[in-house]
């Protein structure tokens, strides 16, 4: 069993950058690689990004590329992501997740933190 808590969420204005934290724990979780989804109200899941467990390689959805960064850092069990230039856009509820094969369909994930509440205001 893997557990995930997110942490980072808040409020921030157009333009600002926020980062979340996602501490990852449980037998075999350093395993598995990690992704981050986000949910708006009334549209469906989007995966953001996702770590492979052992080379560092990354993944990003389109929309996010360029403007969100993944890293993860194994020493401290946490996987980080960085967001530059909100907008309104990117308010939701962000989420980790655990996967064994690297992936940003949600789909593919074995395990889920609750998420954290990320609002972008205008």
């Known amino acids: 069993q893997v557990q995930l808590v997110e942490s980072g969420g808040g409020l921030v204005q157009t333009g600002g950058s926020l980062e979340l934290s996602c501490v990852v724990s449980g037998d075999g979780s350093n395993y598995y690689s990690i992704a981050w989804f986000r949910q708006a109200p009334g549209k469906e899941r989007e995966g953001l990004a996702c770590?492979?467990?052992?080379?560092?390689?990354?993944i990003y959805g389109d929309s996010v590329r360029g403007r969100f960064t993944i890293s993860r850092d194994n020493a401290k069990n946490t996987v980080y992501l960085q967001m530059d230039n909100l907008t309104p856009e990117d308010t939701a509820t962000y989420s980790c997740?655990?996967?064994?094969?690297?992936?940003?369909?949600?789909?593919?994930?074995?395990?889920w933190g609750k998420g954290t509440l990320v609002t972008v205001s205008s």
């Open positions: 770590i492979d467990s052992s080379s560092g390689r990354t």
């Open positions: 997740a655990a996967t064994i094969i690297p992936t940003i369909l949600r789909t593919g994930m074995d395990y």
